[in-house]
Structure formats: C-alpha cells, structure tokens
C-alpha cells in the first residue's frame, strides 16, 4: 500500500458485497468478498479464487493480539457485509467492518456470483498456498461435508451417549436448497429465535412418546426443531421413583411396641415421587430476545423480554441450560456428564433434593463420610441387598430404640464371635426360636431364667454337665397327665449306672425320697451319719426279691411292728435267724432248742428215795414231739 492512499485523506470509499469463501489460509478472518460495482457476478470472468481477501475490523472490546481477543470469525459464504478500501481507490484492501441483514428472496444459484458459493468451490488446502496466497486447490469433489450443519438426527437410549447422526455429503447436495446460505427465503436472516413467538417459523410440533426405560428416541432436526427437542418426552425428563416393601412396619408388626414413640414413622412404603422437566419456557418477543445462533445447531439466548426474561444455553445433540423467569434451573444432558472439583464443593439447599437413577448409582469418598438428617432418614434396596461393610475397622448402628425387621431370615454373623453389651435385653419371637452352633456354646449369666409354654427338649450327642454352686430346684406340674402321661419325670441310662451322691455326709446331707408333702406318706431316707430310715405313713413296705433279700448290719438290726410282725418264708422255704443273743417276743429267756431239749427230757431222770427214776413214758413222748416248732428252727 502506497502512503498516499488510505482511508481518512481524501474520504472513505465505501462498499459492500457477499462473502463466497472464508477459508483464509492465514487465519486472519479474512473473507473473499464479491464487491457490488467493482466485481463481476459473471464466475467465469472472475471466479471466487480470485477475489481480494477482506482483512476484518474487530470492535474495541477484543485485543486482536495473540492469544487475546476474539476469535475474528463470523460471516459465511452468502453473507453481505459493508465496508471500505484502505488504500482507497486502488480497491485492492478491502476491510469488513460489519455483516448486513435482510430478507432474501432467493436460494443460492449454482455458477453466480454473489451467493452462496460452496457448490462451485472445489476441495482445498487450507494449509498450503500458493505464491499469490490462494489456498492450493486439491480435487475436484464438492466439499460440503467439511462445513458445519445441525444434525440430520439425534437418537437417545438410557446410559448410553447420545448418537448425533450428520447429513452425508450426498444428501447435503440433495438439500442443497436448505445446505446452502440462505436456508430460508422470504424470511429476516434474524434467528429465528429472536424473532419471537409471532415469527410461524417457531411454532414447531411436540415431540411424543413414553418413558419406557427401554424405549429409543430419535429425534430430527431442522432450523426450528430445538423447542421440540427440549419438550420431547425422553427417558430423562420423567423418572418415578417408586419403592414398596414387602411389608409395612406398623405398630401391629412390632413386638414390645413400648419401646417406640410413634413407630408409624418407620413406614417405608408408598415413598413416590416424581420427576418431571418442565416444558420450554420461550416466550420471546422482538426485539428483546438476544440470541446467538450456530451453524451447527448451537443457541445461545439472552431473553429481556418484559415477565419472560430466560437466560438459555443449548448444544446441538439437545443437551441444553435454561434459566427461568421466576429463576427456576433446568439442566439436561443427553449423554454422559462429568463434573470434576479439585478444591472443596459445598451445595446449600434449602428446600427438598429428588434424585432419581434409573441405573446404578455409586459413591467413592477418599475421606470421611457424614450423612445427618433431622427427621427419619431411610435406605431401602427395592429387589436387592443393602450391605453395610467395614472391612478393617468398626460398624456401629446406634440409636434410643435400634429395630432390625426381616421378613424371612435374620443372621447375625461373627469372623471369631457376636458379643452383646446390654444393661438388659428383651428377645420376642412370635414364632419358633432355634440357636444352631457348629462349635461350642457357652453362656454365662449373672442370673438364668429359662420358660416354655410347651414341650422343651435337650440334646446332648456328649457329656452332659451342670454345676450349681447355690441350690437346685425341679417343680414338675405334669399338665400331660389328662392325656395319659403318668410319669411326671423319667430318667433312663441305655448304658450305665445312675448315681445320686452327697460328699458331705455328716451334717448337712442326705439324699430324701419322699411321698407327700416332706414324706408325710412315705419316704426313704440317707440322714447324716449315715441313718437309713424307710417309712410308710399309711401302706406297706414290701422288700422283695426273687433270689432273696439280704439285710446285714455291723450294729444292733431290729425289725419292730407296732401291729402283728411277720418275719418268715412262704411254703416250706427256710427262716433263718442268727445271732449270738436271740430275743423273741420282749422276753429275756434263752432261746430253747427242741431237738436237743427233747433228747436231754427223754433221757434225764430224777432222783427218788428208790433211787433215779426211768425213761419217760410212751405216750409223754409223742406229746412232746408235738410241742416242737415246725416252723422256727434256732441254730
């Protein structure tokens, strides 16, 4: 540029025209313009490769420098911009310094200039240049599909990312009416949505649909599809979260009750709720809607329109953030998102948090975890496990009143042993109760009480052993006998001897067996000393034994009857009493011997004043032999 023409000396030469290429191979934001009045629209005169670069007037606001500013893009192919030459009437430095809208009457035409130029644009190299700067031009082929566009579709499916389907370059060259600038006609080049809602281009169809979890969405796009894709009803936009147990903790399924100040709170069935986004809250009116619009499908809206002002962000898979009027957030993401903190996150809420996960759910903490609530907090596996686990250390559930209610089956497992640590403690089962280990059991007690409304019963495959160091009671009501059962108590030894045994034997024990109350009727006796007593109130004491019976005493022995005593055999069997000394019947005389008294009486005589008497008579005799027991026999 030669110092003597530029812009300001001798006045500005004005222009304006349409961008046909913006592909600057410097990066500049330079476009090649097709200027009206000093260019041709005939392309095989002047074809678009050989329009001047525009160079770009940024505003204040950006720096221009490197790494600072704005990126100096903008208008595309079909823009019309206005501007100046800077050297003037050489018209060979031409500068943007702002786009033109309007209402274009026409599609883009093939072969013309001034339009929209893509289809007659060969691929190039934007990295390689030629001497003059001109991009290098590589093939042939239309190149279309290296320009941006919304989606041809956008399908959903629930946890997985979103596929966003483009327009191929083929299809693009079958909607070259609608792929090329202007995609409208008759129409403000303004964005649609800052138009407002009396713009007809807004009113788009809503979108339709279930929220089966199974269900696909696809979704087409176009210039007016972004308020339909957002009220489209997806997986995401309603979620119900529903849980209901298999029963109901009431006051009628809890034992000892008493223990629970309302236990209605501990109802965990019928917790529903429902998630619901909100429609689009657009109700734009121009001039007021400030949007910026994409060539992809990208929107971004500052709306002041009076009672609708909205603040919205969308990206063009249908992903989008929107700011009500009354201030309400909305936040959807089609496909994954990440939300990465290195510093620390604190979230305040003052009302209710609904969280709905249609699919897992997990939570990694490095730290300590705190969850507080002020009123009843709830944790409730629909059809799963609920698992609590502190491998290495503790897990400790604590409260006034602690309630673990199964329906089926409760285990308490310990890796070496279930220490209970009470001041007291109430089991209560309803139904049956059984206590299973594979090992030994002990239990230790300050104090044991044990009750049965029923039969008890006790399986020991060992030894069997108690120890008492205060005394031992037995109280046998035996209710059984109204079904025939006369025995009240019943020990058998398959093998074996039973042994009942006092080691102190002289002055506090003793083994008692008694009839009546203290053996009033009956009992038998081991006092201290060693007395034995057997003694029968009111019936008989039969000894018995049918190979005999055998009563030995190192002391005195007497056998006493306050009525008729019978000592004796049955039938002709032998009575043998022995002793040194023999008192029959109270009397202190010795015993007479009959056989050798007999002999002795029937040879003794008598002295006479005739000298010793005879023999005794005959007939004395044979009384005599019939004095004779046939019954007692002395030794």
Known sequence: MQTEYFQGKDGYIWWHGVVEDRKDPLFLGRCRVRILGWHTENKSELPTSMLPWAQVLMPITSASQTGVGHAPVGPVEGTWVMGFYRD??????????????????????????????????????????????????????????????????????????????????????????KSLYPREVNRPTTPIYA??????????????????????????????????????????????????????????????????????????????????????????????????????????????????????????????????????????TVSHRYNMTTGNQETIIQGDEIKGVAQDGFLDVGGKL??????????????????VDAPTLNTIISGKNVLVAATDTLVLKGGTKVIRDDDSAVDVVKGDYQMQAQGGYEVNSGKISLGSLGATSISSFGPLTQVVTGNSEETIANSDIIFGNLNAKLIKALLGKIVLECTEPFATGGIDLNMGPFGTIASIKMLPGGLITVTSSLGTVNVTGTSGVSMTSAGPASVVGTAATSVGSSGTALTSVNGAFITVGGSSSPALLAKDFLKLFAEHNHPSSVGPTGPLSPQFASKLIQTMSKKVFLS
């Open 88 to 177: 003037g009437e050489l018209a060979q430095e031409p500068v943007m310094i702002g786009t033109l809208p309007g209402i274009p009457e026409r599609f883009a035409r093939q072969n013309t200039g001034f339009y929209d130029s893509r289809l007659d644009t060969p691929s190039v190299n934007k990295n390689a240049v030629t001497t003059s700067g001109d991009a290098k031009i590589t093939g042939t082929k239309l190149n279309l599909q290296s320009f941006p566009y919304p989606p041809k579709s956008v399908e959903y499916k629930a946890g997985q990312e979103a596929i966003v389907t483009s327009y191929t370059h083929d299809e693009r060259i079958a909607l070259q009416s």
């Open 195 to 332: 138009r407002g809602k009396e713009d007809s281009t807004t009113k788009v169809i809503e979108g339709t649909g279930t929220t089966n979890k199974t269900d696909t969405k696809s979704v087409s796009s176009g210039v007016s599809s972004i308020i339909a894709n957002k009220n489209r009803n997806l997986l995401s936009q309603t979620l119900t979260i529903s849980f209901t147990p298999n029963e109901v903790i009431t006051k009628t399924t809890i034992n000892n009750a008493k223990y629970f100040d309302d236990t209605d709170s501990f109802s965990a069935t019928n917790d529903i709720k429902d998630i619901n986004q909100p429609p689009s809250a657009y109700d734009a009116e121009y001039p007021f809607n400030h949007v910026y619009e994409s060539e992809s499908g990208h929107l971004l809206e500052v709306d002041d329109t009076p009672s609708k002002e909205r603040l919205h962000w969308y990206h063009r898979s249908g992903s989008f953030t929107e700011f009500s009027p009354a201030g309400n957030r909305i936040d959807r």
């Open 370 to 387: 705190t969850m507080a609530s002020g009123k009843d907090m709830k944790l409730i596996s629909e059809s799963g496990n609920v698992i």
